[in-house]
């Protein structure tokens, strides 16, 4: 599954909401419910949930170089979680860590398992991270923009272990990211987010092929195409992305910046509606939106 | 319009770092960021040049400015040879030519207003004063989108892409004829990087500019460029149009590039070839012997590891350095 959208549309917020890792205060889980493996994990005791978070819900964050503590060995990072969730003994988790290193592609991973975080390039670093999250085999990855920060070969790399993984272990994966272009050749389904609310939700070939959102129609065109050769012109979102301090509750929040906004999108927020097989959308228009966007 | 007209041109261009060590502070090694890097850009052309973080794009583009003494090779501007100038006779040529930076946060100083940060060249080329600086500062704010009145806040009250627009009417401000971009919509938001790049091509065609367009995004590149030049480890691997570069790529490690960029498309993106590399790109200091790029090169070939591949022209306007490519 995919999480898409602009900076500060809330999906990091989100991912970390399923983790209940949100600083409170400032923060707080104002409502709703998160339901994993049939438990509502807002519910639970901090008990529970710590068993829950690393074990059967494990994260990967975007910048590797912060989340890997620098003064310990990957080792004693690898080998933390291997003990306190799957108890395992110390040359078990010797092992396993070995295991895991060789999985992600680490070179050489039983002599580089005593190195610590500095010594390893980025894209290593990152790799580190994945076998930290798969360690305990989770039914949950969640990947937050796990490949902006490393370059492309390299994201391509993690991107094709991250997948592999998946088939072999069967493990369900969040990405969330604000590249299309990965959302098109690894997301299954996917969740457009603009100012803190779900727009649009669908296979990811019917939100390519037939997107109902204006904003999605936006975000798939305002990227350059490495396979178009006519130098069409880039779709233009106008303005900025909505302060979410300060956005009102009654109008659409994509409307100021919408093209085929009516005066009915500035009176009421749209709430996500169904406007095909597995395919929803939050928007006044969404089912004219074909036509609108055929008569351009 | 591009013309025949060569207006920047790099020959052998070698830029090495020394790498001290030791209580003397003794050199101990080179970082070669660039190794005998040699192109051309014709005037009002744009040049695109992409590559992997470390690989020299950014030195490169330094180079052409002459913001370094470089080791060796020379540089040439409007057919000078610029190498070795200096003092205020570069003053004068830096004139018509700019920088645009990657970090519009970190780029524009955030104790002087927008209108001093753009109108500072004005001033210190001693161009012109008054009343007359004023109207070029609003025009300059106009010319990117911005409004005069604009001038008299400061960077924090600007949101990112607001402020790449500063950057840009600050390299505007001496009407360059060439212009560096580096890595200019990198930093920014997917909506915002398209506005970004469509005002700079509308500036080239306005303004007639020339631009060395640095950017790992190879489909941003693409969109924006004449022809693209692909970088590895302080080298150009191959230089061609930038549909060729797509259509016919031939340098194994332009292959693997194009490969791993997505196309925003599932049905078009999940019927490409995808090459895999393995492992990080390779220390500067010590470069691997023979071709560069042979440790990740699946097609290597024990040729690769003995001899360096020289660039050549392989028909039309295509340039490859790999052993493997012939006429």
């Known amino acids: 599954m995919g999480l898409v959208g602009e900076s500060a ?25 998160i339901i994993f493996e049939g438990r509502d994990l807002l519910k639970v005791s901090e008990e529970e949930i710590r068993h829950i978070r690393g074990n059967r819900i494990s994260m990967v964050f975007q910048e590797a170089t912060t989340s890997l503590n620098p003064v310990l060995t990957v080792k004693r990072q690898l080998t933390e ?20 290193l060789k999985l992600v592609g680490i070179p050489d991973a039983e002599r580089r398992l005593n190195d610590y975080p500095h010594q390893f390039s980025g894209g290593m670093q990152q790799r580190i991270m994945f076998a930290i999250a798969v360690s305990c085999n989770p039914s949950l990855i969640i990947a937050d923009e796990p490949t902006t920060s490393v370059d492309v070969t390299v994201q391509a790399q993690l991107l094709e272990i991250m997948n592999n993984l998946r088939k072999e272990f069967g493990t369900a994966v ?14 299954d389904h996917v969740h457009v987010m603009y100012a803190g609310r779900l727009t649009e939700s669908g296979p990811t070939e019917v939100i390519y092929g037939q997107p109902r959102h204006p904003y999605t129609i936006g975000l798939i065109n305002s990227v350059p195409r490495l396979d178009l050769r006519r130098k069409r012109d880039l779709y233009i979102i106008p303005g900025l992305p909505p302060n979410l301090a300060r956005l009102p509750k009654t109008i659409c929040a994509f409307s100021p910046r919408c093209k085929y906004a009516i005066s009915e999108c500035r009176e009421q927020r749209p709430e996500l509606e169904q406007v095909g097989e597995d395919h929803y959308a939050a928007c006044l228009r969404s089912k004219e939106i074909p036509e609108l966007v055929e008569a351009g | 319009m591009a013309t025949n007209e060569v207006l920047v041109e790099l020959k052998d261009v070698r830029m090495y770092f020394p790498v001290l060590a030791g209580l003397l502070r003794s050199k101990v090694a080179d970082v070669k960021a660039v190794d005998g890097v040699s192109f051309f850009i014709r005037n009002g052309e744009t040049l695109g040049l992409v590559g992997e973080s470390g690989c020299g794009k950014t030195t490169t583009g330094r180079c052409v400015l002459r913001l370094y003494d470089i080791t060796s090779g020379k540089v040439y501007f409007e057919g000078h040879d610029i190498t070795k100038w200096r003092g205020e006779r570069l003053r004068r040529i830096r004139r018509n030519m700019q920088l645009i930076f990657q970090d519009p946060y970190s780029s524009l100083d955030p104790r002087m207003t927008a209108g001093d940060i753009i109108g500072e060249p004005l001033l210190v080329h ?13 025009e300059l704010l106009r010319m990117v989108e911005l409004e005069p009145r604009m001038a008299r806040r400061y960077p924090h009250e600007f949101s990112g892409g607001q402020r790449q627009r500063i950057g840009i009417a600050r390299a505007l401000a001496l009407r360059p004829k060439f212009i560096v971009c580096d890595e200019p919509v990198s930093a920014l938001d997917v909506s915002i990087q398209a506005q970004i790049i469509t005002l700079l091509m509308r500036l080239r065609e306005e303004l007639n500019l020339t631009y060395l367009f640095i950017a790992h995004d190879l489909s941003v590149v693409r969109h924006i460029s004449d022809r693209v030049a692909v970088m590895y480890l302080g080298k150009i691997v ?90």
């Open chain 1, 174 to 187: 969040i990405i969330i990211t604000h590249n299309m272009g990965v959302v098109a050749r690894y997301v």
């Open chain 1, 81 to 100: 979680s291997l003990e306190l969730h799957r108890r395992l003994g110390k040359q078990a988790a010797h092992d396993e860590a070995v295991r895991l």
């Open chain 1, 9 to 33: 549309c809330g999906k990091s917020v989100s991912a970390l909401s399923i983790m209940r890792l949100i600083p409170n205060p400032p923060g707080m889980i104002v409502g709703g419910e």
């Open chain 2, 126 to 138: 001693k161009l012109v004063k008054g009343k007359e600086y004023r109207e070029q500062v609003n």
């Open chain 2, 238 to 327: 191959e230089i061609t149009s930038s549909d060729e570069l797509y259509d016919n790529p031939l340098h194994p490690y332009s292959l693997a590039l194009l490969s791993a960029i997505p196309i925003p498309d599932p049905v078009v993106d999940r019927q490409r070839k995808r090459i895999l590399l393995t492992g990080d790109v390779p220390s500067p200091i010590f470069p691997p012997p023979g071709c560069n790029f042979h440790p990740r090169c699946n097609l290597a070939q024990d040729i690769c590891r003995q001899a360096e591949p020289e660039l050549k022209n392989i028909g039309g306007e295509h340039w490859v350095a790999c052993h493997l490519v012939s006429k």
